[in-house]
């Protein structure tokens, strides 16, 4: 808008069709230049944020908790549970385990948490095992 200003204000003395034509010039330079100048300059400063405010905390840990028919995820503090009730589906896809549970949430472990296809077996079991205690309280 400064940029627009100002371009009109230089070609003030010329014809009402030149001053628009300056504005909409001056408007255009101005848009740009803060899209390749601004835009990167708040990038800077988001990726600095997040480095500094979790510094020492990521890659960070997640927890996952079976118990009391109730799966549970913690990670940096913050924990979710859901209710294995109301599990849908068990899958297992693009290197993930995925627990859907319709419209209340997805709940997604890589796979890569498991020592071998035994473990995550085992957990699927127990997840099951739950999931039947949960629906039969």
Known sequence: MIMAMAFALVFRERSPAFILLAILSGLLFGSLLNFFTYVPFVKRRIRKYIKKSNQGCIPARTIYTIGDGQITCTCMDV???????????????????????????????????????????????KIHSEQGAAANP
């Open 79 to 125: 924990s979710i549970s859901f209710n294995l009730a109301h599990l849908e589906e068990v899958s297992d896809s693009d290197g993930r385990l995925e627990l859907n549970f319709g419209q209340r949430g997805l709940c997604t472990i890589p796979l890569r948490v498991f020592d071998s296809a035994e473990s995550k077996v085992a957990f699927v079991g």
